[in-house]
């Protein structure tokens, strides 16, 4: 049994959570957790279209969703849309999205919630969005409170932040992942170029997260 | 399905947007993970989603790697350079877009005369 009945999973883009979470996501579900992610936008703005090509800026959104229900198939996860729009989440009025959040948590009751580590997620969505996540759990009643798992990916993270507080080495799991990326399919050539270097694929087949008490 | 620009059918689109009011989305990016890949890359990007603008005439040119497309507004331009594919879609918007090699989107200009989505699209 997981030790984790209801776990939220909040990021900010389709195929955030096959990415950084895939094998994790895959193994809760297994140990009977009831995992939802809360995608935060379509992913409007991504700059990869297919190849061969097969989307453009206006038709992207409508594939990545699609896409997304296909992995969330996978992974045996659920999916319920946030609503922001790729690419802005930063400009957004981060106390709106605060309470946005921390009444959908209240709502909801996760035992656990993951989401990015604001300030080492490398991607503007990612940054903001983690910090409208972690700052929402913060406000909740201690009580209520969820475990907060944070996925960092930025160069100096090791060397800024140490050894995440969760290792998981997913490799029972990389097959999974390996189909969630697949469906991916507009990404999934940027993805696969990742997984040629040796380093990525690396760090793809070990999920790390940090902890709230190793925030800074 | 975009299709490699013909300039000639292209110009044509153009021409009968002009002298009207129109809608542009006009974006260039290198991406989001640039200088995470490469330290010594530096992050570049700037959209603008519905843009009002009414041109007088606009215009197409052949680099011959790619195309360059300027909109002659009363007070200003519009211009984008590296444009390779295009497309009419069903709404007969104008979409015009430079890849490169792996398919990933460096710049677009769009035209419409109805409002490009600019909220989410899908809500709970």
Request: negative net charge; aromatic residues 8%.
């Amino acid at each position: 049994m997981s030790d984790y009945k209801r776990v939220i999973v909040i990021f900010p883009h389709p195929d955030d959570e096959t990415f950084g979470a895939g094998g994790t996501l895959a193994s809760l579900v297994d140990a009977g957790s009831k995992v939802t992610y809360w995608c935060g936008t379509l992913g409007e703005m991504g700059r990869n279209m297919g190849n061969p090509v097969f989307a453009n800026r206006e038709t992207l959104s409508t594939y990545r969703k699609k896409e997304l229900d296909e992995a969330a198939g996978v992974l045996g996860i659920d999916v319920v849309h946030l609503g922001y729009r790729d690419k802005t989440i930063e400009f957004e009025v981060l106390e709106e999205m605060v309470t946005h959040l921390r009444t959908k948590l209240e709502e909801a009751k996760p035992d656990l919630v993951i989401t990015h580590f604001p300030g080492y997620a490398v991607h503007p969505d990612h940054d903001a969005l983690g910090r409208a996540a972690v700052e929402a759990v913060k406000e909740m009643k201690e009580e209520e409170r969820p475990d907060v798992w944070m996925h960092a990916i930025s160069n100096e993270t090791s060397e800024d932040l140490g050894a995440p507080a969760i290792l998981k080495d997913i490799s029972d799991y990389w097959d999974t992942k390996w189909k969630a990326i697949r469906t991916h399919l507009s990404q999934a050539d940027g993805m696969v170029d990742l997984i040629n270097r040796e380093d990525q694929l690396e760090r793809l087949k070990t999920e790390r997260f940090y902890t709230l008490d190793q925030l800074q | 399905m975009m299709e490699p620009i013909k300039p000639e059918k292209v110009q044509d689109i153009i021409d009968n947007f002009s002298e009207k009011p129109v809608y542009v989305h006009l974006e260039t990016t290198n991406g989001a993970y640039a200088s995470h890949f490469n330290e010594k890359a530096h992050n570049v990007g700037a959209f603008i989603r519905n843009a009002h603008v009414t041109y007088e005439h606009g215009k197409i040119i052949s680099t011959g790697g790619g195309y360059r497309v300027g909109l002659k507004l009363e007070l200003g331009w519009v211009y984008a350079e590296g444009l390779t594919d295009y497309e009419v879609d069903e709404h007969n918007r104008l979409l015009m877009a430079g890849h490169d090699e792996q398919g990933r989107l460096m710049v677009a200009l769009e035209i419409s005369e109805t409002p490009f989505a600019h909220e989410a699209d899908y809500h709970e």
